[in-house]
């Protein structure tokens, strides 16, 4: 006997909500973060909200592309991004324990933890910035906290002069969308079994999640609820 799947599709990736996706290359040599002897290292260009489209309280759907080589020789690319929203384009100089002196840490982004400078093993880490690709999970959906006017994307890395990306192709795509993806609640742009199963499980729970049809009962209609969000996409 053959297992039936419920959905037509096991694997999809989120479709976006219609709003047309930027897509913004990021020079990998560029940081946001305090360096030290990193002499190639150039500073992230600040982008404006406005420019995107997108304002304080929109929700932001961040996705990483490409990669870049974190080192001369290095084998394969390394993906890891982080992002911060500012309520200036200002940056302070590079050796600035917090050069960016507007930052404002955002709804729905995952905590970071930066790696100190490769040379000196000075720290770097500052609480308001967010990862848009841990290495697992290639983006975010983040909320512009109020009076953000501005985004700055980094490769997460230690040392910046030393990052290429030969093909040009790192990068992000952001999509203004209406919230975080209900049905994707591994929250990893991917809509797949694993999501079904853990809505199964806030459903057998009775946990809030579980009541698609937020009526407070927990029913068929809940499933057939999470089945046609799943079908739809974000
Ligand atoms: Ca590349
Ligand atoms: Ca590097
Ligand atoms: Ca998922
Ligand atoms: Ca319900």
Same mark, same amino acid.
């Given at each position: 006997?053959? +297992?039936?799947?419920?959905? &037509?599709?096991?694997?999809?990736?989120?479709?976006?909500?219609?709003?047309?996706?930027? /897509?913004?290359?990021?020079?990998?040599?560029?940081?946001?973060?305090?360096?030290?002897?990193? #002499?190639?290292?150039?500073?992230?260009? +600040?982008?404006? =909200?406005?420019?995107?489209?997108?304002? &304080?309280?929109?929700?932001?759907?961040?996705?990483?592309?490409?990669?870049?080589?974190?080192? =001369?020789?290095?084998?394969?690319?390394?993906?890891?991004?982080?992002?911060?929203?500012?309520?200036?384009?200002?940056?302070?100089?590079? $050796?600035?324990?917090?050069?960016?002196?507007? +930052?404002?840490?955002?709804?729905?982004?995952?905590?970071?933890?930066? #790696?100190?400078?490769?040379?000196?093993?000075?720290?770097? $880490?500052?609480?308001?910035?967010?990862?848009?690709?841990?290495?697992?999970?290639?983006?975010?959906? *983040?909320?512009?906290?109020?009076? #953000?006017? /501005?985004?700055?994307? !980094?490769?997460?890395?230690?040392?910046?002069?030393?990052?290429?990306?030969?093909?040009? $192709?790192?990068?992000?795509?952001?999509?203004?969308?209406?919230?975080? !993806?209900?049905?994707?609640?591994?929250?990893?742009?991917?809509?797949?079994?694993?999501?079904?199963?853990?809505?199964?499980?806030?459903?057998?729970?009775?946990? &809030?999640?579980?009541? !698609?049809?937020?009526?407070?009962?927990?029913? =068929?209609?809940?499933?057939?609820?999470? *089945?046609?969000?799943?079908?739809?996409? !974000?």
């Amino acid at each position: 006997m053959t +297992a039936r799947w419920p959905f &037509p599709t096991v694997l999809v990736a989120l479709a976006s909500t219609g709003v047309l996706a930027d /897509h913004l290359t990021i020079d990998p040599r560029a940081t946001y973060l305090r360096t030290n002897q990193d #002499a190639g290292a150039t500073d992230s260009p +600040a982008v404006l =909200l406005s420019s995107l489209g997108a304002q &304080p309280g929109d929700w932001l759907r961040i996705e990483r592309t490409g990669g870049f080589q974190s080192e =001369l020789g290095v084998v394969g690319e390394g993906r890891e991004m982080i992002g911060v929203f500012s309520i200036s384009g200002l940056l302070f100089p590079p $050796d600035s324990r917090d050069r960016v002196p507007g +930052a404002i840490g955002a709804k729905g982004g995952r905590v970071v933890v930066s #790696a100190p400078t490769f040379f000196g093993s000075l720290d770097t $880490d500052i609480e308001e910035d967010f990862s848009v690709d841990d290495g697992n999970i290639p983006c975010t959906t *983040v909320r512009i906290p109020k009076s #953000a006017s /501005h985004l700055l994307l !980094c490769a997460d890395d230690g040392l910046f002069g030393d990052n290429t990306d030969a093909d040009g $192709d790192f990068g992000v795509e952001i999509t203004i969308v209406d919230g975080p !993806c209900y049905p994707d609640f591994s929250a990893d742009c991917v809509l797949d079994l694993f999501d079904f199963l853990a809505f199964q499980n806030a459903f057998v729970g009775d946990k &809030p999640a579980g009541d !698609c049809t937020k009526d407070g009962a927990f029913d =068929l209609f809940d499933f057939l609820c999470f *089945v046609n969000a799943f079908n739809a996409g !974000c």
